[in-house]
């Protein structure tokens, strides 16, 4: 039997949200939520929230069968796939981006262009726009409001992720019910994209809490896969310790499995504690479980990255711990994969031992073990390292022949490399070559390296060409890219350009570092132009404001430190 509630009711009981998420109210319409959530057997979640609105119910909630899994990327983003090609969003991205502020020519720009919009579109748009939230999110509702279309899954969750990124939590929550609404159940990759948000704003008990509510919004009882999922993107934030104690807490709940502890072992790894470490890997074993290639490799490759190995003593020591662990290892039948191969081969790259990463590079050969692209990138650094760029060449050019398809961080080596040693004609060559690969294109960390690297040579020109490369590469300058050129510019002392990409970011609804804050402030006043900053502070201000009335709907918090 349905529960009717009144506007007034619902408003009462969903500030207990607001208190555990910190989710501000606007009038939110009953319309938006799940219809599931006003049933009898409505779940965890609004029984705690609506309480004592709602009776007590002693039968528990009905459980789904469900075969979608989540799948967790080292990227850290558990659901959104790749960019695909897409002349179309493109063109649109490129019409959205060059309007600093394009909310109200959005509609006008977008009709004259003849663009009919649909979900796959939309996604593709919305996965170029990762770094523009403000001009993602007008966009998300300009599509919205088209007549025959409906947003799907997909583009909801291209959306929540780039509000989370940016921690408007206010309008992530709105953008869940709105889904809810529409999707019922709803898939667990949202509230994936919610929790990873969370942890990465480092509200990690707000995290916690949106798994243990996510039974009532996709209609079945939190499964291991799903725990794991908590458990691995605490441990990949730095979170490690509250992963245990959430782990001790509830693995009578969600037996663990190898792939639990190994994700708990690759937690304690990372925060470099290796005594954890190894308590959870004797776990495994009086648990009757065996540990895996992968949780092996998680421990060697803690074993060759723990200490400096050009310091030959501990290089000979780190060697024998290694060379320990791979026996032991191959002792309880897991054999040596290519990624226990490149673990080693970037230990001797890091020890700048070239030739001794060939012998291991024939080694895994003999044992048929073909080398990867991070197998040949970690020679490739080493290479690179110690100068011989021509070798690191000739590994490049045999990556091609191999079929393995060079990576942006293995270009990235070259480039730190040939950067340090200002060798900018060959970092342009192969900047070039890097472009007209169909395969590897330049991220924004590539970008990052080159314009460090020109703007300390004084190559501004070659920096702008750089900036307009990122812009029309689909998803434009991030956090990183501004904070780095606006700090550049500063200590170039070229405040109006630094003033004019800081308002750009802004307006992209990028938000700034406190140190970029601090720093263009004491730069301007340094440089007598206090009324710079002043007009500054005001077109912020205005700004902000702006864009809050522009989507009040959403309840947007100023974008502000």
């Known amino acids: 039997m349905a529960i009717k509630l009144t506007n007034s009711a619902l408003k009462k009981a969903l500030q207990k949200v607001q208190t555990t998420y910190r989710f501000s109210l606007h009038e939110f319409p009953v319309k938006c939520l799940p219809p ?11 029984n705690r929230f609506l309480n004592p609105l709602l009776p007590t119910y002693t039968q528990q909630c009905r459980s789904f069968c469900c075969n979608d899994t989540l799948k967790t990327l080292d990227d850290g983003n558990p659901s959104i796939s790749g960019i695909e090609n897409s002349k179309d969003a493109d063109m649109i991205c490129r019409l959205l981006v060059e309007q600093h502020n394009p909310f109200h020519a959005m509609e006008g720009a977008l009709q004259l262009n003849g663009i009919r919009v649909n979900a796959s579109l939309v996604y593709q748009v919305l996965l170029r726009l990762k770094n523009a939230s403000k001009v993602a999110l007008g966009f998300f509702v300009w599509a919205k409001e088209q007549a025959g ?16 990124k940016v921690r408007q939590f206010d309008v992530v929550w709105r953008l869940i019910m709105e889904l809810g609404g529409q999707q019922s159940p709803m898939g667990v990759k949202t509230f994936a994209i919610l929790i990873r948000r969370y942890i990465a704003a480092g509200m990690t008990r707000q995290a916690i809490q949106a798994f243990d509510d996510m039974e009532g919004f996709i209609e079945r009882e939190p499964n291991k896969e799903d725990f794991n999922m908590l458990l691995d993107t605490l441990c990949k ?37 290796p005594a954890m470490a190894m308590n959870f890997l004797n776990e495994i074993l009086e648990r009757g479980c065996e540990p895996s290639v992968v949780t092996y490799n998680i421990i060697l490759n803690r074993i060759c990255r723990k200490t400096k190995p050009r310091i030959e003593s501990r290089f000979a020591r780190m060697m024998k711990d290694a060379e320990k662990l791979l026996d032991e290892m191959k002792s309880r039948g897991c054999v040596p994969d290519v990624t226990t191969y490149s673990i080693l081969m970037h230990a001797l790259g890091r020890a700048l031992k070239p030739d001794r990463c060939f012998e291991l590079l024939n080694e895994m050969k003999d044992n048929g073990c073909d080398p990867n692209v991070a197998t040949y990138t970690s020679l490739i ?24 398809s060079p990576s942006d961080i293995t270009y990235n080596c070259f480039f730190k490399e040939l950067g340090g040693r200002d060798n900018v004609d060959e970092v342009l060559r192969l900047y070039h070559r ?40 689909g998803s434009g300058p991030d956090l990183d890219s501004y904070t780095l050129l606006i700090h550049s510019l500063c200590e170039k002392a070229k405040w109006r350009e630094a003033c004019i990409y800081f308002t750009e970011m802004i307006e992209k609804g990028i938000l700034p570092q406190t140190i970029t804050f601090r720093t263009l402030y004491r730069g301007l006043i340094q440089a007598d132009k206090l009324r710079s900053w002043r007009r500054l502070k005001t ?16 309840g947007i918090k100023p974008y502000q430190r």
């Open 36 to 46: 599931k959530l006003f049933t009898a057997n409505s779940s965890i979640i609004f």
């Open 149 to 164: 279309y409906q947003h799907t899954a997909d583009t909801y969750n291209a959306m929540i992720d780039i509000m989370g």
């Open 237 to 273: 934030y730095g979170f490690v310790s509250v992963a245990t104690q959430l782990f001790n807490k509830r693995k009578g709940q969600f037996q663990p499995d190898t792939k639990t502890y190994t994700i708990l072992i690759y937690g304690w790894c990372k925060y470099n504690k």
């Open 381 to 404: 650094k080493c290479l690179c390292s110690v100068g011989r760029f021509e070798e690191a060449h000739e590994l490049l050019n045999e990556m091609a022949q191999n079929g393995v």
């Open 434 to 473: 890097m472009q007209e690969s169909p395969l590897c294109k330049p991220t924004n960390h590539t970008y990052h390296i080159l314009i460090r690297m020109f703007c300390r040579l004084d190559r501004m020109e070659v920096v702008s060409d750089l900036w307009s490369d990122m812009h029309q590469r």
């Open 539 to 554: 077109r912020l201000a205005e700004e902000s404001v702006k864009f809050k009335e522009e989507f009040q709907g959403y």
